[in-house]
């Protein structure tokens, strides 16, 4: 039996193929398909299965659409308030309204064991599957996207609007700041932590009365280098590693502040910070001049006053950072630094006020108390120094998405009455026609309407060479127009343009963590405990075995171990070369969606590969359609009405083929696309199928000996052929041209001279299949492969300890691309295939791949020198600041010059990142 329901919700092709796939995995469901245009699905089944069961399917797949037979909408609102009503007659539950027991509840009323308040009644409620936020007591269309509301049950979400808040909060952290109206309530004294209320009142527990949110103006949100899980709202630093937070969108003006914040507060420290070494210095000379002036007690007071700027203005988010990293136990950098220094100060300040409280052991020759002001001044400006110098590295790593955010234009000419209106991008919609001059930048992804001219898209596919575009070719956002005039037809525009999801892209896997951080991450989460042990260590060794003063150099060698000492430079090891990288791969039309794809990658020694839009262009042309009776435009108005349905290139060929023929389309009944095999339906009461030989064999359809022959003598030529059946009998065919792309062959020849074994997976047949093969020198290559084909053979090499990639471009790639261990999509294909794969090809050729591996060993190799550096660093600035070398050499590390190479360190790391700008893909 077969039914047809309504569905609403699906949006793309992507939504399409996940109904199709939920549902049909019901055993009792033989075929699915959707119609996206049609908003309907039609399902074939052996026994009748309830509505309710579909749905119920649909929201376990994780698919918020609502199924219902067609006429159903205008009584599924009384049927929902009559369920509604049986419900609570015989369901009703209870709950304290101060949830004194989380989300318990009870079957009878009455009083809360935990407080006594009276329980409340819990009613049904319902919300809408896209927006867990609305909630209703009642049945309805969400007020947003006018979706039919669901019990909330139904999505697995718990009772009550604090819940459905928290799920309002989740979207807005996903999708930015709510900027319309507050709407939200807090207790000032956080009585209940981070709960908040719908609305006004007083604080149920301390009886405050509760506070109205700020309105949100902004959508920056801040990241931290080291840590990308931490996102906020407002600038500050890290909880984990204490490191400043930067903008997650570069925001140029945010990056300055910090910048000029940090200047201002170096110049200060430096202006205080000289003078107090100066005086220190001047103590070491055979006469010192500064005596004559005053005595060393009262140059010692100046030292004092002179450090408190520096120490309680300029570094004292230092000390802040350190105390945040010790209550929590997040130990970092800053802990090492507030420690030494702190002890350093507190030392000084001790033996300036009450130098007899110290033995004899830290006196000089003159009896006073070695003080180490100019140590404290001097280290935490050479810090501060170390962190001006990071936020400057810092925004030259995100230089790429910068570059990529001036592409987009601001303004755009629309075309009203034929009039010409400069207009704000974001007032452009879909169909608009928008007249674009020579010079100008694309404002958004379209087609050309009218008119032609050559586009210069170096600055999302890397290439130098403009493109000429002609009526119906697409054009991207960012891209500059030549010396001609044209007028275009807006598609996607604000955040669906390619070059807003290449900005996107970006931002999220420059902030991603690849495999080998987690190396970093183990030994940083040890590392400072280890340095104030070995500290420690360090002060009881000089203090019982160095020489005299024994205290003074134990106290100046621990400090110094701990002021030498760098996490940062380890943690930061990883995460700048890949924020890099990425950049660098936008730029070169190569984009990247995390960075486990972009080590990988660097592993990778197999590569699969589809035929169509891959190795070829993927703009198929039909050059001719045979008929065995000659009725051959009879029979291409049945095949391209057919195929009007379809989205596969080959049947917009066919479309194509048949508009330039003014060949009429008409009505076509029982549309079904068979996956990997071709299409069929019933077109003027005769059903007609159109596709490979598979499908000629599923349905039965006889194929005359004469026949064949001419398929496979078209077939060898290389061409692609469709079977036409008509009414189970193959009365003709089809024959399709696709050229192979001039960066083919290079592409391939290059590949497996770096040890990559190239693999041609396709539906094609084994004619069509071993021309394609032989003309790019292809030593491997499997035809007639099936969607599940493609994936068992990925699954097969993985088994044999193959790293794979797999590179297509249809919706039938998208299994295969999700199985293998690098899915790599190309940028013109579809989007359920962009979305499957860990990497996308803005231009869409095999030289995109031979670009990403090149990236891939260049980033990899970029990391292991910052780890190495960082290791190296730590394993041999720790001893030598212990003192291992005074021994043989009589060499100390002072602790100044150890804040300086500490300092420096983590800049190191990120410059040694930034070269691979430069590098050549």
Known sequence: MKHTYKITGMTCMGCKTNVESALGSLKEITQVTANLKKEEVVVEMTSHISIEKLQDTLLKAGLHYTIEMPGQESNKQENHKHSHESVKESSSEFYCPMHCEGEKTYKEAGDCPICGMHLVEQ???????????????????????????????????????????????????????????????????????????????????????????????????????????????????????????????????????????????MKIATVFAVPVLLISLAMYLPKNPLLSIMPQYNWDWVQFALTLPVVFYACWMFFERAWKSIITWNLNMFTLVGIGTGAAFIFSIVGLLFPDVFPAEFKGNSGDVSLYFEATAVILTLVLLGQLLEARAHSQTSGAIKELLKLAPSEATLVVDGEDKVVSIHDIKAGDLLRVKPGDKIPVDGVIFEGKSSIDESMITGEPIPVDKTVDDKVSSGTINGTQSFVMKAERVGSETLLSQIIQMVNDASRSRAPIQKLADTISKYFVPIVVLVSIITFIIWANFGPEPAMVYAFVNAVAVLIIACPCALGLATPMSVMVGVGKGAQNGVLIKNAEALETMNKVNVLITDKTGTLTEGKPSVEKVYATDDKNSELLQQIASLNQYSEHPLAQAVVNYAKQNKTKLIKVDDFEAVAGKGVIGTVAKNKVALGN???????????????????????????????????????????????????????????????????????????????????????????????????????????????????????????????????????????????????????????????????????????????????????????????????????????????LAMSFSSVSVITNSLRLRNVRL
């Open 693 to 899: 030989k598979k499908l000629m064999e599923q349905i039965n359809a006889s194929v005359s000996k004469e026949l064949e022959a001419k398929i496979v003598s078209q077939q060898k030529l290389g061409k692609t052929v469709s079977y036409i059946a008509v009414n189970n009998a193959a009365v003709g065919y089809v024959s399709i041209s696709d050229a192979i792309k001039e960066t083919s062959k290079a592409a391939v020849k290059s590949l497996m001279d770096k040890g990559v074994e190239v693999i041609m997976l396709t539906g094609d047949n084994e004619n069509t299949a071993k021309a394609v093969a032989d003309e790019i020198h292809l030593t491997s290559f499997k035809a007639s492969c099936l969607p599940e084909d493609k994936l068992e053979v990925i699954k097969k090499l993985q088994a044999e300890g193959k790293i794979v990639a797999m590179a297509g471009d249809g919706i039938n790639d998208a299994p295969a691309l999700a199985q293998s261990n690098v899915g790599i999509a190309m940028g013109t294909g579809t989007d359920v295939a962009i979305e499957s794969a860990s990497m996308t090809l803005v231009k869409g050729d095999l030289q995109g791949i031979v670009k990403a591996k090149n990236l891939s060993h260049s980033v990899m190799r970029n990391i292991k020198q910052n780890l190495f550096f960082s290791f190296a660093y730590n394993v041999l600035g720790v001893p030598i600041a212990a003192g291992v070398l005074f021994p043989v050499f009589g060499l100390l590390l002072s602790p100044i010059i150890a804040a």
């Open 123 to 265: 009613k049904a409620e319902y919300t809408c599957p896209m927006h867990p936020e609305v909630v209703s007591d009642e049945p309805g269309k969400c007020p947003k996207c006018k979706m039919t509301l669901v019990p909330r049950e139904s999505l697995g979400l718990k009772h009550g609007k604090t819940e459905s808040k928290k799920h309002a909060d989740e979207h807005q952290h996903s999708h930015g700041p709510i900027k319309e109206g507050n709407g939200v309530f807090y207790c000032p004294m956080h009585c209940e932590g981070e709960k908040t209320y719908d609305k006004a009142g007083s604080c149920p527990k301390c009886g405050m009365d509760l506070i109205e949110q700020p309105k949100l103006v902004s959508d920056t949100k801040y990241t931290c280098p080291m840590h990308p899980e931490i996102i906020k709202d407002v600038p500050g630093s890290c909880p984990i590693c204490g490191m400043d937070l930067i903008p997650m969108e570069p925001d140029e003006s945010e990056e300055l502040k910090t910048f000029n914040m940090l200047a201002k507060k």
